[in-house]
């Protein structure tokens, strides 16, 4: 059955008569409709942000964490409802919506407890003066199709956390959980504090470039981050952009084949490949190279591709056909080059879903497209490489740097790896593993700014510095 969704702008939850349809990927089935806002509905929504934010920059910080904390609350008091219904728009398996739900409430008690501290930077006879962080304002949100929830709530925490007020925008192909929890955090923060409406690919841009929003966070694409960064220089917006990338694993000769096969296979098809830390590039020793790469494709084949509301199911289908169409087009390519592949690559274009199988190549060569763009898919490169020299400088060899992994069996040598890796975040022996407490952000063309932890919530404030001279005794 169809539903249709509201917006919550102001404190009350809105419709428009323009509406737009979500189509679940795994049967391309419609689903719900969500009102398709415009520049009368953002303008709605900004003013009640601007009018909302002098008092709840005053409100104080106590009960700003009562606030994120209820809103904690109702997402895990709700986990059951909206871990389905993420099923069903985004088309990961339920285990894995249940994580992103449960991980978004974690998320956000973690973060209510993070604290900005003023700085004394002078403190003697002749003056004070200190360093304290102050809220920029009204933040606009735009948020992914591939965990729509999770990034909404890192964005909408540390934005009132710090005192600001948000404007969020969900994809349009995900938005149906995000104002299911509009619905049920609508009275957990004032009016006008939290702010979400939905709208087509042109809303994006009137965010970007409105002149009553201060900050603009978003998560995406490289081509679209940039597009922000231009329409934010305007009227020098403050700007966090998470961005794609194209993430190196480094697999050294001592790994224990048979404990990191079916970890490496999850750190690239966790989410069917849709995650832009997920390893899109899997460097091989030459000792262990066939060996290993076997064991990944044997495992392979023991995971079930289906609806991800189905029992048993390891990997759904890709979100939405335009991203479909855009893997299978590299599958393509790749054939049509005659590089191997050791398991998947066939597609069935008249099948119902946008489902694409499991698909590893075997050491297709560095200019290969596969493995000189972000697929975004379940399909993942395994190259040979003979020194570890040469393993990071391929690594290396990418405008992206968003995140990579080492993988050994001694993790001193794989710290030393690691500290040579152009990424914002290298794991060791793990894949994965965002930390709420710790910052998360790209090098090179795969991001501007910081998420989580302190570094993440002093990008929705200014410094403020304030000199107190003091009278000679």
């Not at 939405?320 to 790749?334: G, P, T």
């Not at 493995?371 to 405008?399: C, D």
Request: hydrophobic share 40%.
């Amino acid at each position: 059955m169809t539903r249709s969704y509201a917006n919550l702008i102001d404190g009350e939850m809105v419709t428009t008569a323009n509406t737009l349809d979500v189509v679940n990927p795994a049967t391309e089935e419609v689903i719900g409709q969500v009102p398709a806002c415009g520049k009368a509905e953002l303008d709605r929504a900004v003013a009640a942000a601007r009018r909302a934010f002098p008092v709840w920059r005053k409100t104080p910080v106590e009960n700003r964490r009562a606030a994120i904390m209820a809103i904690s609350a109702a997402i895990k008091d709700n986990a059951d409802e909206l871990f389905r219904l993420l099923t069903a728009e985004q088309g990961k398996p339920h285990h894995q919506a249940k994580g992103e739900i449960l991980g978004a409430a974690g998320l956000a008690a973690a973060q209510a407890g993070l604290s900005l501290e003023e700085t004394i930077n002078q403190d003697d006879a002749t003056r004070l003066s200190r360093t304290r962080r102050v809220p920029v304002g009204v933040v606009g949100g735009i948020v992914p199709w591939n965990f729509p929830v999770m990034m909404a709530v890192q964005k909408i925490v540390p934005a009132i956390l710090s005192g600001c007020t948000i404007v969020l925008k969900p994809s349009p192909f995900t938005p149906l959980t995000t104002l299911r929890l509009a619905e049920l955090i609508k009275d957990a923060v004032p009016a006008g504090v939290v702010n979400i409406i939905t709208g087509a690919d042109e809303l994006g841009p009137l965010i970007t470039e409105h002149p009553d929003i201060d900050k603009i966070t978003f998560t995406g694409s490289t081509a679209t981050g940039k597009k922000i960064m231009e329409g934010a220089s305007k009227d020098l917006k403050r700007i966090t952009l998470e961005l794609g990338g194209n993430d190196a694993s480094i697999v050294l000769p001592d790994a224990d084949v048979s404990k990191v096969a079916e970890q490496l296979f999850w750190s690239s098809f966790t989410n069917a490949g849709q995650i832009c830390v997920a390893a899109k590039r899997i460097y091989i020793h030459e000792d262990i190279y066939d060996e290993l790469s076997q064991a990944i494709a044997d495992y392979a084949k023991t995971v079930k591709v289906g609806d991800g509301a189905e029992q048993g199911t390891g990997v759904g289908p890709i979100q939405n056909k335009k991203q479909f169409d855009r893997v299978c087009e590299l599958i393509q390519d790749a054939k049509d080059k005659g590089y191997k592949f050791l398991t998947g690559g066939d597609v069935d274009p008249s099948g119902t879903g946008y489902y694409v199988p499991i698909t590893i190549l075997d050491n297709p060569p560095e200019d290969a497209r596969i493995v000189a763009e972000e697929q975004f898919g379940p399909v993942m490169p395994l190259m040979k490489f003979s020194t570890v020299e040469e393993a990071i400088e391929r690594a290396n060899a990418s405008e992206y740097g968003l995140a990579g992994a080492v993988w050994t069996g001694d993790p001193d040598k794989g710290v030393e790896v690691a500290e040579q890796l152009e990424t914002g975040t290298v794991w060791v022996n793990e894949f994965l593993h965002i930390s709420p407490l710790a910052p998360f952000g790209g090098h090179k063309q795969s991001g501007f700014g910081a998420e989580y932890g302190i570094e993440g919530l002093k990008e929705f404030t200014y410094p403020q510095v304030i000199t107190v001279k003091r009278e000679p005794a």
